[in-house]
């Protein structure tokens, strides 16, 4: 039993090897790329990071997880307890001298939520849901003729009275109901860029569903993100950009649809001011610095049509959109166009 005696000369001589052998396996396994993919908020949540210790890239891959499902048992409505849906119950019953007290990062949500309704002049609207709670696109129901009457006033989103300073708010109609589902994505894939940023990690890219966003670069090259074609056939163009540091939301008339007696397409985005899904596009992407606009801008922008839409675009120079119709035609802002 030599071998492993304490002073033997053979055993120091083994222990440095097996050192050796784990400080170069460490430093070989230690960078990579580390990715995970979950279904989280309705949707597939992937996240790929760069780090130089594996062990801690897949820490973060964890805490990104954990941020969302966080952000998702706040702000669904299929979720009863989540702050959104008690929100949903209590607002209406409160008034301006005794408004419900909400989180600051509720308040942050809805004051976004209603800057972008005044900007779109209610193309955005987060009482959508107030006539909209009752489309069930997996049955594929409609409200009623008598819904739809009663409901539809109580779409508009200047009934959701909100104080962003003292974060309280209530709803000064009773029928409202508020869904965030046009921009807690985007405020989600924020909060888990900002995460693995804060950590340090200097390449990663997160989307959840279609909202994506990618902080540095791929390691020397761009990351590549694509835009689908919106009926997955020849008709419409495949789109890849290669982006640095910035975000592409998508919203599209495919992702939760059904096709009704009459032969139209009934699907998730829903112009406020008929109650009805908006028919002139299949598709839009919005391209900028953060996710939490460009998901709200991408819903905007779908409800607004091809021309009213690029034109808000167009006076926002951080942004710029590519919207394909339902005919196919691929229509860009001004910034993605070249200068003749
Ligand atoms: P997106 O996933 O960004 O394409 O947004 C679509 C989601 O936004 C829908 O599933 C609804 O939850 C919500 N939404 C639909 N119509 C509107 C609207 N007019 N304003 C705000 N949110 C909307
Ligand atoms: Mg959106």
Redesign the pocket.
């Known amino acids: 039993m030599y071998l492993f005696h304490p002073t033997h000369p053979r055993t120091a001589f083994i222990r440095v090897l097996i050192a050796l052998a784990l400080v170069l396996s460490g430093h070989m396994a230690q960078a990579s790329w580390l990715s995970d993919e979950q279904a989280i908020m309705g949707t597939q949540v992937s996240v790929t990071l760069w780090h130089q210790d594996a062990v801690r890239g897949e820490q973060l891959l964890a805490q990104v997880m954990a941020e969302m499902r966080r952000i998702d048992a706040a702000y669904s409505p299929f979720k009863e307890y989540s702050e959104l849906s008690q929100m949903n119950r209590a607002a209406a019953q409160h008034s301006a001298e005794q408004p419900l007290t909400i989180s600051a990062e509720m308040s942050r949500l809805l004051d976004k939520a209603l800057y972008y309704g005044r900007l779109t002049e209610g193309?955005?609207?987060?009482t959508?849901a107030s006539l909209?709670r009752y489309y069930d696109y997996r049955n594929a129901s409609q409200p009623s003729q008598l819904q739809r009457r009663q409901l539809l006033p109580a779409i508009d989103y200047r009934h959701v009275k909100l104080d962003h300073i003292g974060h309280t708010v209530y709803y000064s109609q009773p029928q409202v109901y508020v869904?965030l589902?046009?921009i807690a994505?985007g405020y989600a894939v924020d909060r888990a860029i900002e995460l693995l940023r804060q950590a340090g990690v200097r390449h990663a890219s997160v989307s959840a569903?279609?909202d994506s966003r990618v902080l540095g670069d791929k390691r020397g090259r761009p990351w590549l993100v694509g835009i689908k074609p919106p009926r997955g056939d020849q008709t419409h163009a495949a789109i890849t950009l290669p982006l640095n540091d910035s975000a592409i939301?998508t919203?599209g008339d495919y992702?939760?649809y059904f096709i009704d007696a009459d032969g139209e397409r009934i699907h998730?985005?829903?112009?406020?001011h008929t109650g009805k899904s908006s028919s002139e596009l299949a598709s839009v992407s919005i391209i900028g610095p953060n996710s939490f606009d460009a998901?709200a801008l991408?819903?905007s922008v779908?409800?607004l049509g091809g021309d009213k839409g690029l034109k808000l675009i167009n006076t926002l120079p951080e942004f710029d959109a590519i919207v394909i119709t339902r005919s196919g035609k691929v229509r860009y802002s001004s910034g993605l166009v070249a200068p003749e």
């Not at 193309?123 to 987060?126: E, H, R, T, V």
């Not at 998730?268 to 406020?272: E, G, R, V, W």
Request: net charge negative; no cysteine; hydrophobic share 35%.
């Open positions: 193309a955005f609207d987060i959508f909209a869904d589902g046009g994505k569903g279609g939301s919203s992702e939760r998730h985005i829903i112009n406020p998901d991408s819903t779908f409800v």
